[in-house]
């Protein structure tokens, strides 16, 4: 017993000195992340907004469907589509921008549906990481309104919810035209901050301002029926277990009286 507690000291101070090569390379990594940045800044000299438009309206169809295949890649991906959606602003401008980035975001987020379909729940929830959690919790069971609800949640990505809803089993109609409805004010509002960049004006002001209240709005009444659905399908699956409960207890009560004269019998009897 003394060389066991002299050896577990031992053990937690050797374990408690290991080095965190994790932490320490993600570290390093970002450090260079942010040399490779500011090297980019002061020594390669981007395009103006007006050259860039100019090579795509050269470029015609290619140039459309190079930033659509690009934007599916990044949907499919962890990469945020905020990217894709501002660059689309800024490029095409707010109506085409509007509608290339839709025809992106869906080819890529119903790809993500299908490759999580061939992979499988368990290992798509291992991909996911941090937020296999929330999107387990959310999809388990779930349809329209919870896709809907995590595509419009504040700061949760497109690709958790791509692959969460194919490894879980979310039906692709629902999934497809939940994307649709929810994906549309996220990618108008997004690409109008691109448009106002690029063009500076009320017409762009006005609809950044109505896109991102229209993405509020449709939030809040979400999650509120998302919730709703929610209350409904537990008090659903409480009704059984009730009914059982109740159909257990009617035979103990129906026994009673005959325990009763049993008893009565056996002190005649006595």
Not at 191 to 205: D, W
Not at 213 to 222: E, Q
Request: with cysteine; charged share 15%; hydrophobic share 45%.
């Amino acid at each position: 017993m003394p060389n066991d507690e002299d050896s577990a000291p031992h053990q937690s101070s050797h374990g408690g000195s290991r080095v965190p090569w994790g932490s320490i390379l993600r570290n390093v990594a970002l450090a260079l992340a942010v040399l490779a940045g500011l090297w980019l800044v002061f020594n390669v000299h981007l395009p103006s907004l007006d050259g860039i438009q100019k090579q795509i309206a050269d470029a015609g169809f290619w140039g459309f469907g190079i930033f659509i295949l690009l934007y599916a890649v990044v949907a499919a991906t962890p990469i945020p589509v905020t990217i894709m959606a501002v660059a689309g602003g800024l490029a095409f401008g707010l109506v085409f921008g509007t509608i290339l980035s839709m025809i992106g975001v869906l080819a890529g987020c119903f790809g993500g549906y299908w490759i999580s379909r061939g992979l499988g729940r368990e290992t798509v929830m291992r991909l996911l990481g941090n937020h296999a959690e929330a999107v387990e919790s959310r999809l388990t069971n779930g349809g329209f309104y919870a896709v809907c609800m995590l595509r419009l949640m504040p700061g949760f990505p497109y690709w958790p919810v791509n692959y969460g809803s194919g490894a879980l089993g979310i039906r692709s109609r629902t999934f497809l035209i939940a994307t649709i409805v929810s994906a549309l004010p996220g990618q108008l509002s997004l690409v109008a901050v691109g448009a106002f960049i690029g063009n500076p004006g009320v017409f762009t002001g006005t609809a950044v301002a109505i896109s991102w209240a229209l993405v509020i709005v449709l939030t809040i009444l979400t999650f509120r029926r998302w919730k709703s659905e929610q209350k409904d399908s537990t008090s659903k699956s409480a009704q059984p277990e009730q009914s059982q409960q109740a159909e257990q207890s009617e035979p103990g009560k129906q026994a009673e009286p005959t325990d009763r004269t049993d008893t009565g019998e056996d002190a005649s009897n006595s």
